[in-house]
């Protein structure tokens, strides 16, 4: 099955710098990647997502590039604002299997 | 569209005791995703359903947890002679398909096994 790693495992971050977490993947055959973000007590929400047919999508702040030959995905946030301060999950999915990684605790001091 | 309910969103058990979660899917969504999350850690998979049938169960411990997600109803994850070590956040989701989607999450079941 998949088996997903994600870097660092914490970040902390001055407000307005930016942030990158990285993700490998093992299963060749995926061929989606959402990334979610959870605050604390909540349930993790979908914040951006890419295929494997392209190798970058921009929402906003947040961007994400995906290199499939190296098997591996990454989360950017630009001008980072105290409310991005969460836990972030990627996440990479092929046949009927979504497996996530163990998590990013980013915090962004103001 | 009131997204993926779940409830209760807490729950307290003593040890030995029977805990049922329920899940209803958000509209439209006909399958349907658990996790459990312990606490400062990540979703561990648990089980995927579709309308009366399990198509993975491989992350689901073999005694004590079983899931179902009737025709009729929400999706329920019971766990039978609940032990400490069950103490977690369970996650459910719901996508329109198979994982290929992004999954909607609910607000999570925090069970307690005192």
């Known amino acids: 099955g998949e088996n997903v790693e994600q870097h660092p495992s914490t970040l902390s971050v001055q407000e307005g710098d930016s942030a990158v977490i990285k993700c490998t993947y093992s299963?060749?055959?995926?061929?989606?990647f959402p990334w979610y973000k959870q605050e604390l007590g909540k349930g993790p929400q979908l914040i951006i997502d890419i295929r494997s047919n392209v190798g970058e999508k921009k929402d906003q702040r947040i961007a994400v590039t995906l290199n499939k030959t190296a098997k591996h995905f990454s989360l950017h946030i630009t001008e980072t604002q105290p409310e991005d301060s969460a836990v972030y999950f990627c996440a990479a999915s092929g046949n009927n299997d979504m497996r996530f990684g163990a998590g990013t605790r980013l915090t962004v001091k103001p | 569209n009131a997204g993926v309910m779940q409830n209760p969103r807490h729950l307290v058990r003593r040890r030995g005791q029977e805990a049922r979660l329920r899940c209803s899917p958000m509209?439209?969504?006909?399958?349907v995703y658990w996790y459990r999350q312990l606490p400062e850690e990540g979703l561990k998979f648990m089980v995927y359903l579709q309308k009366e049938n399990i198509i993975d169960e491989s992350g689901m411990p073999k005694e004590r947890f079983s899931a179902e997600f009737p025709k009729e109803g929400p999706s329920i994850l019971r766990i039978q002679q609940v032990v400490r070590g069950d103490s977690a956040a369970y996650f459910c989701?719901?996508?329109?398909?198979?994982?290929?989607?992004?999954?909607?999450f609910g607000s999570g079941t925090r069970l307690t096994v005192v």
């Open positions: 509209k439209g969504h006909s399958h």
């Open positions: 989701a719901s996508s329109p398909s198979f994982s290929n989607y992004g999954y909607t």
């Open positions: 299963d060749s055959a995926s061929n989606y």
